[in-house]
């Protein structure tokens, strides 16, 4: 089975225009799960590269080799102010992911705020923010879920009605991670200044290296952001801390990034996120990555009679690079093994516990009926991929689902659709 995974990821390597891959005993795989996580670009390998041999020194010595560590972390911290668009490079601290980010900037502010007990939050927020607010809930703080609509949007005034003097912390999404679907937070940055002195946290994880982001331009107090979406390894995040706004660590120790959070450097993951934010400044890359989510999403709309788009059809509110579409009456579980048998790496929408199946918050919270969200599919595109392999994916894709059709249970609602003069559900 590994064997097989690693005969199909050989074939995948990162290809320049007329590279082919050489074996053909597996299909290649197509990697469509770039929202997952991305693969570490070889331009980032090749600049942390010299900081797992050469250079291993620890960035607190005062010694040659942990000066030349510190200068690394520096001028990586510069290529991650440059890409947010944050006006001082001491506003990045690295940490070790999205979810610490996301955790630290939350529990961060309870702390520096004791006597304010509420925070506002959506219901489709990655489980970062999800489940730590879950637990603060738990443990005695008053939530305000802020719901969305059927395309996934928010409510501006719900969150405007939520808005209080004790509100301590707003914690919303720039992108979302299921269906990509994009909320204002210019616009909800202004709304919570001007109405609140709340601390406002926006989790950028999804967003960052795929839309231009200037916080500088933004009423954002806290941003979190994580490596391995944009091609740095796994590992590593950063958390953007407006100048002068207050937050107490949430890992104590030493006296690391400026004593804001402790634990030794991760230089090589470092090294690799600075080199990752200078990668995703290639606008070609970008274009590229739309325009094959756009055929993507086209072709399998367009030739799949149950197919429907979950989140806003405007492409311009949504990244660029996410398509999730249901296919009703299927099983997304389903849909998935299928694709990976034939070499086409996907997600389902639908979180699969031993007891239930339930389908995801996100999906219930934009009230995609149960039948609908549990076939979803998200497909995330990425730098590696080709126009080849969306026109592959756009040929099997039909067959399999052709295939489960036949399979359904639900084959009265099948053949209705099936049969009717206009497509379906969009
Ligand atoms: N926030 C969002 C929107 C995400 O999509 C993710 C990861 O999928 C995270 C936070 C967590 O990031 P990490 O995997 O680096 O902990």
Known sequence: MISDLRSQIKNQKPKTKDQKPKTKTHPPMIYLDNNATTRVAPEVLAAMQPYLTEFFGNPSSAHTLGREMKRAIEAAREQVATLIGAANPDEIVFTSCGSESDNWAIRGVLTAHPDKKHIVTTLVEHEAVRNLCKLLESEGHEITWLGVDSNGELDLDSLRAALRPDTAVVSIMLANNET????????????????????????????????????????????????????????????????????????VGGAQEQGRRAGTS??????????????????????RIRLLRDRLEDGILGAIPNARLNGIPDRSRRLPNTANISFAYLEGENILQQLDDAGIIVSTGSACHSTTRESSPTLRAMNVPYTTAQGSIRFSVGRYNTEGE???????LPD???????????????QEIYSAPSRWGT
């Open 180 to 251: 990509g679907v994009l909320f204002p937070i210019e616009e909800i940055g202004q709304m919570v200044r001007e109405k609140s002195n709340a601390v406002f946290h926006v989790d950028g994880v999804q967003a960052v290296g795929k839309i231009p982001i200037d916080l500088k331009q933004a009423e954002i107090d806290l941003f979190a952001l994580s490596g391995h979406k944009l091609h740095a390894p796994q590992g590593i995040g950063a958390l953007y801390v407006r100048s002068g706004v207050n937050l107490p660590s949430l890992i």
């Open 390 to 396: 969306i026109d592959r994916t756009l040929s099997i």
């Open 266 to 287: 991760a230089v090589p993951n470092i090294v690799a996120l600075g080199a990752a934010c200078n990668l995703a400044h290639d606008s070609e890359s970008h274009h």
């Open 400 to 414: 399999i689902i052709a295939r489960l059709v036949e399979l359904s249970p639900y084959d009265k609602e099948l």
